[in-house]
C-alpha cells in the first residue's frame, strides 16, 4: 500500500486476514464504510501514530495499529469519520490530541484512543459546549501528561470548562489529583502557577461556582454586588425542554425544574448550562419553596441578605431556589430560568 508507514505496512500484511474478517464483519452488518476514504484514513492520520508509536515503544506497535484500525472502524461505522461524519471535531482528535500524546498512546492504545474519541463525541454532542475549546486545551496538556490517568484527568476539567457544567465536582477533584503543572494548564492557566497559588484558585473554585479559573486567580476576593450570572432554559419548539413556563426548586445542592409535565435538574456555574431529564414532574418540585433572607417583591426587585437588585422582567415571579451560591428565579410568561449570584460573573 502505497504512502504508509513501513510499521503500518509491517503489521497490515501480517495481520491481513484479521483485519480483513474486522473490516468485514463492520460491513457485514449494515455499516457503510467508504474504502476508499477509510484507506485515506489510515494514510493521513493511522500512519503518522503508527510511526510515532513505533518510534517511542517499538514493542507496542502491533497493539497500536490493531486498536486504531477497530476504532476507525467503530468511528467510520458511527458515521464519526470519513466524509459523512455527523461531527467534523472528531477528526480534529485523531489529528491534533492524539499526536500529543504518542507516548501514552504506545502504552495504552485503545484506552487512549477510545477514551479521547468518547470525550469529543460527548462534548460535541451536548448542545450549548465548545468541543473547539475542549480540543485546543487537550493540544496544551496532552504533552505534559505522564501517564494515562493524568491525560483523562485533565479531560474531565477541560470538558467541563467547555461546557459541561455537570462535571463540576469531577473536574475540581480531577483537578486537585494532578501534579501541579499540568493541574494549572488544564484549568488554563499559567503552567508555572506555584502549587500553593494552584491551591488558592481551586479553593476559590470549589466556593464559588460563577468564578472562572482566571478570576479565581485574582488577589481581589471581595464579593460582588448581585447579578444576573445567566440565562438559561427555551421552549422545546425551540430546541429547549420546556413545553410550558417551568418553576423551580432546590433539594439539598440540586436545583429542580419542572413544567407540570417532566422534571429536570439543572447544572449551571460560569462555564455552561444543562438540564438532565430525570423523570416526571413531582410534587416536591412543582411546590412552593422559601429561602430565609431571600424574596422578590411584587415589582420584581430581589432582596438576598444585605444586597438588593431591581429586576422589573421579574415581577410577579412565580417560583425562586436558592442553594445558597446561586438564585434561581423564574416568571409565568418565560420558559426561561433566571440565575443570580452575590459573587462572580459570566464566562
Known amino acids: 500500500m ?8 509491517d503489521v497490515l500484511e501480517a495481520e491481513r486476514d484479521a483485519l480483513n474478517a474486522r473490516y468485514l464483519l463492520r460491513v457485514r452488518s449494515g455499516a457503510k464504510i467508504d474504502a476508499e476514504a477509510f484507506l485515506t484514513h489510515l494514510r493521513q492520520s493511522v500512519a503518522p501514530l503508527v510511526a510515532k508509536v513505533h518510534e517511542t515503544l517499538p514493542e507496542r506497535t502491533r497493539s497500536a495499529v490493531i486498536a486504531l484500525y477497530d476504532a476507525s472502524l467503530d468511528l467510520f ?18 489529528t491534533d490530541v492524539l499526536p500529543l500524546a504518542a507516548r501514552l498512546l504506545a502504552r495504552a492504545p485503545q484506552q487512549v484512543a477510545g477514551s479521547l474519541c468518547n470525550a469529543v463525541f460527548q462534548v460535541t454532542s451536548q ?5 473547539e475549546a475542549w480540543l485546543t486545551r487537550m493540544v496544551d496538556v496532552a504533552p505534559h ?25 469531577q473536574a475540581l477533584e480531577a483537578a486537585t489529583k494532578l501534579p501541579a503543572a499540568p493541574a494549572a494548564q488544564a484549568l488554563g492557566l ?33 464579593g460582588r454586588s ?48 444543562w438540564f438532565r431529564r430525570v423523570g416526571a414532574a413531582s410534587a416536591k418540585t412543582t411546590a412552593a419553596t422559601r429561602h430565609p433572607g431571600i424574596n422578590i ?16 422582567h421579574l415581577a410577579r415571579a412565580s417560583s425562586l431556589a436558592c442553594d445558597g451560591a446561586t438564585l434561581a428565579v423564574t416568571i409565568p410568561t418565560s420558559h426561561h430560568v433566571f440565575l443570580y449570584s452575590r459573587r462572580g460573573g459570566t464566562a
Request: proline share 8%; net charge neutral; with cysteine.
Open 226 to 273: 448581585l447579578a444576573c450570572v445567566a440565562t438559561v432554559g427555551a421552549f422545546c419548539g425551540f430546541a429547549g425542554a420546556f413545553r410550558r413556563p417551568p418553576v423551580v426548586s432546590c433539594q439539598g445542592e440540586r436545583f429542580l425544574a419542572s413544567d407540570g409535565s417532566g422534571e429536570w435538574q439543572l447544572f449551571a456555574d460560569a462555564y455552561g448550562a
Open 127 to 131: 448542545p450549548g459546549t465548545r468541543p
Open 145 to 169: 501528561c505522564e501517564s494515562v490517568s493524568q491525560l483523562l484527568e485533565a479531560g474531565k476539567v477541560a470538558a467541563w470548562q467547555a461546557g459541561m457544567a455537570q462535571f463540576r465536582r
Open 2 to 9: 502505497p504512502d504508509l508507514s513501513p510499521a503500518l505496512i
Open 77 to 94: 461505522a458511527g458515521s464519526l469519520l470519513g466524509p459523512q461524519a455527523r461531527l467534523p471535531a472528531v477528526q480534529r482528535a485523531w
Open 190 to 222: 499559567p503552567r508555572s502557577t506555584p502549587p500553593e497559588r494552584l491551591r488558592d484558585v481551586l479553593e476559590r473554585l470549589q466556593a464559588d461556582p460563577w468564578l472562572t479559573a482566571d478570576a479565581a486567580m485574582e488577589s481581589n476576593s471581595q
Open 297 to 312: 417583591e411584587a415589582g420584581g426587585t430581589i432582596h438576598w441578605g444585605s444586597v438588593s437588585l431591581a429586576q422589573p
